[in-house]
């Protein structure tokens, strides 16, 4: 496993340049899997850009009927509501690239209360999967999109949340502040060919430059992929502009 000290870290000139480098990235990760791909998907505002360039020409090439669509956390929100993660990808990829919509993965946020949602969403994981266990040998996800939030937090992980230490759930509710919310857990998002944080803006420099010095404290520390982990940063966040 490894994590962001040893990481290979691709620093771009702008967010922009960031969500084209992280694209070519997926496209060249994913080019000699066979079967069904699984790809996990960060919400928030950076990688917005990188999901609206998969959907548009330039990415039409990619294998599409293969490619299985989850998210790595969601807020307990219906689909339709403003800070729905699902609502924004909508926007930006599922309702525009060429994606059977059985190949959507969405969290259930409706009718449901958090904890039953969490467990619905890991069973869907462990019927793609195949199993209720997860070997180190064979990775859940091809590829895992993280972000970074200035408090360190990645996916809805937390500082100081019980979830840090789970070790056997792979999906379970969290909060912030009285926001419900469902997250993968560190086991779940570990489980992983390729890993890669997507950050961008002078407010992440301080949290990313702790996270690259292996503060352990912080929730995004506890992202070690059994398969390969990669930084896309741009240069403000990276303390450079």
Same mark, same amino acid.
């Given at each position: 496993?490894?994590?962001?000290?040893?990481?290979?870290?691709?620093?771009?000139?702008?967010?922009?340049?960031?969500?084209?480098?992280?694209?070519?990235?997926?496209?060249?990760?994913?080019?000699?899997?066979?079967?069904?791909?699984?790809?996990?998907?960060?919400?928030?505002?950076?990688?917005?850009?990188?999901?609206?360039?998969?959907?548009?020409?330039?990415?039409?090439?990619?294998?599409?009927?293969?490619?299985?669509?989850?998210?790595?956390?969601?807020?307990?929100?219906?689909?339709?509501?403003?800070?729905?993660?699902?609502?924004?990808?909508?926007?930006?990829?599922?309702?525009?690239?060429?994606? $059977? #919509?059985?190949? @959507?993965?969405? *969290?259930? %946020?409706?009718? =449901?209360?958090? &904890?039953? +949602? /969490?467990?619905?969403?890991?069973?869907?994981?462990?019927?793609?999967?195949?199993?209720?266990?997860?070997?180190?040998?064979?990775?859940?996800?091809?590829?895992?999109?993280?972000?970074?939030?200035?408090?360190?937090?990645?996916?809805?992980?937390?500082?100081?949340?019980?979830?840090?230490?789970?070790?056997?759930?792979?999906?379970?509710?969290?909060?912030?502040?009285?926001?419900?919310?469902?997250?993968?857990?560190?086991?779940?998002?570990?489980?992983?060919?390729?890993?890669?944080?997507?950050?961008?803006?002078?407010?992440?420099?301080?949290?990313?430059?702790?996270?690259?010095?292996?503060?352990?404290?912080? $929730? #995004?520390?506890? @992202?070690?992929? *059994?398969? %390969?982990?990669? =930084?896309?940063? &741009?240069? +403000? /966040?990276?303390?450079?502009?």
């Amino acid at each position: 496993m490894s994590d962001l000290r040893d990481a290979a870290a691709e620093i771009l000139g702008t967010d922009d340049a960031l969500a084209v480098r992280a694209a070519h990235w997926l496209r060249k990760a994913i080019q000699d899997r066979t079967g069904p791909i699984a790809i996990s998907l960060s919400g928030g505002s950076t990688p917005r850009k990188l999901y609206a360039l998969l959907a548009g020409p330039d990415y039409r090439d990619l294998p599409w009927a293969r490619l299985h669509w989850f998210l790595g956390d969601e807020r307990f929100v219906p689909p339709d509501d403003k800070d729905s993660n699902f609502g924004m990808i909508r926007a930006a990829l599922f309702s525009k690239a060429p994606i $059977p #919509a059985s190949n @959507i993965h969405a *969290v259930p %946020t409706v009718g =449901l209360a958090p &904890d039953a +949602a /969490a467990r619905a969403y890991e069973g869907a994981l462990q019927s793609f999967y195949g199993a209720d266990r997860l070997d180190p040998d064979r990775p859940l996800f091809d590829v895992t999109f993280l972000g970074l939030g200035e408090d360190g937090h990645t996916a809805s992980l937390f500082p100081g949340a019980d979830t840090l230490a789970e070790t056997a759930r792979w999906v379970v509710p969290a909060k912030q502040g009285r926001q419900d919310r469902i997250t993968l857990t560190p086991p779940a998002l570990n489980s992983s060919h390729h890993a890669a944080f997507l950050v961008a803006g002078r407010a992440k420099a301080p949290i990313l430059a702790r996270l690259r010095r292996g503060d352990t404290t912080l $929730p #995004a520390a506890h @992202i070690r992929p *059994v398969g %390969t982990l990669t =930084l896309f940063a &741009d240069k +403000a /966040a990276a303390g450079l502009g």
